[in-house]
């Protein structure tokens, strides 16, 4: 036996519950809940649900999950390396090409800074040419059509009535077409500030975070597993929404819309993603330091 299952013996036998009412009460089979009492780790389906049923143990025992596995680390199998190897797989790819890819890496700036050169010639020469076509224009047009000045001012000044009764409907058009466009931009200026929701970080504590969600008219909460995860949701007036280990695949969706705040504890932080309002939710605190987070989501209704 070790000390762990010792602890967990001794605590259960002074709350006065037996192996099978701590089975009614966590769902774990009872020679499993034997097995942690007893150290036998072998007889487990793997790493992974020695941890989760190890958490659900000492939460029936109103102990502190966190502290029995940073107390009893020595005794407790780690998860990680042996839960996730397709990460794991595509963290090594990555550096088996990081060699090949870093001689690219290294010309790049050369490259782009070639492009920039080349493009600014280009850029010069079209104005160039264009400087070079538009005088040359000019020049045709002064040798072909000699401007009369007096001809010209005749030419003015009799359209002259004629340009002032139009330039009075003129006017009243133009303030019709400017009401149109004022009314036009109102309404695109309201369009561009219709909400979109905001993500941030409030609080960063250890393994736990707290969030607030701002700017959104619902509150849709997503939980989805790519790996045996065990995931506790609950409000925050403590109210529990659901509480079971997820294997791969499962989905978990909860409204939290009438709620100001959602609480969850994540055993398996690499194997759960979560979505808020179809959005993906990124972990402040990396996965890969803290397997076991504890998230708080604060909502604030938009108004």
């Given at each position: 036996m070790t000390e762990l299952g010792d602890r967990f013996k001794q605590e259960r036998e002074?709350?006065?519950?037996?192996?099978?009412?701590?089975?009614?009460?966590?769902?774990?089979?009872?020679?499993?809940?034997?097995g942690i009492e007893e150290g036998n780790y072998a007889m487990m389906p793997g790493k992974f649900y020695v941890r989760a049923f190890i958490k659900q143990?000492?939460?029936?025992?109103d102990l502190d999950p966190d502290e029995i596995f940073e107390q009893?680390?020595?005794d407790i199998p780690t998860?990680?390396?042996e839960d996730l190897p397709e990460q794991l797989s595509r963290v090594q790819s990555r550096k088996s090409?990081?060699?090949?890819?870093?001689?690219?890496?290294?010309?790049?700036?050369?490259?782009?800074?070639?492009?920039?050169?080349?493009g600014a010639i280009v850029l010069v020469w079209y104005w160039m040419v264009q400087s070079a076509s538009k005088e040359e224009n000019d020049q045709v047009n002064q040798g072909n059509n000699p401007v009369n000045i007096e001809e010209q001012t005749d030419i003015v000044t009799e359209d002259e009535n004629a340009e002032s009764g139009a330039t009075e409907e003129g006017s009243e058009n133009s303030a019709d077409t400017n009401e149109d466009t004022k009314k036009e931009d109102e309404e695109?200026?309201?369009e561009q500030e219709e909400l979109t929701q905001s993500i941030s970080v409030a609080e960063k504590?250890?393994?736990?975070?707290?969030?607030?969600?701002?700017?959104a008219d619902t509150f849709e909460l997503e939980v989805v597993s790519t790996g045996a995860t065990w995931v506790s949701v609950k409000n925050g007036a403590g109210k529990t929404f659901f509480e079971k280990t997820l294997q791969k695949g499962d989905k978990e969706t909860v409204d939290f819309t009438d709620q100001t705040e959602?609480?969850?504890?994540?055993?398996?932080?690499?194997?759960?993603e979560l979505y808020i309002n179809g959005e993906k939710l990124e972990y402040a605190v990396s996965p890969n330091e803290q397997t076991t987070q504890n998230i708080t989501i604060r909502y604030t209704t938009s108004e």
């Open positions: 002074a709350k006065g519950l037996s192996l099978n009412q701590l089975q009614d009460m966590t769902k774990i089979q009872k020679r499993y809940l034997a143990y000492a939460e029936a025992l009893y680390k020595n998860t990680y390396n090409f990081s060699n090949r890819t870093s001689k690219v890496l290294d010309l790049l700036p050369k490259l782009l800074i070639g492009l920039f050169v080349i695109t200026a309201e504590n250890g393994s736990s975070t707290v969030y607030e969600l701002t700017d959602a609480f969850l504890r994540i055993g398996n932080v690499p194997g759960t």
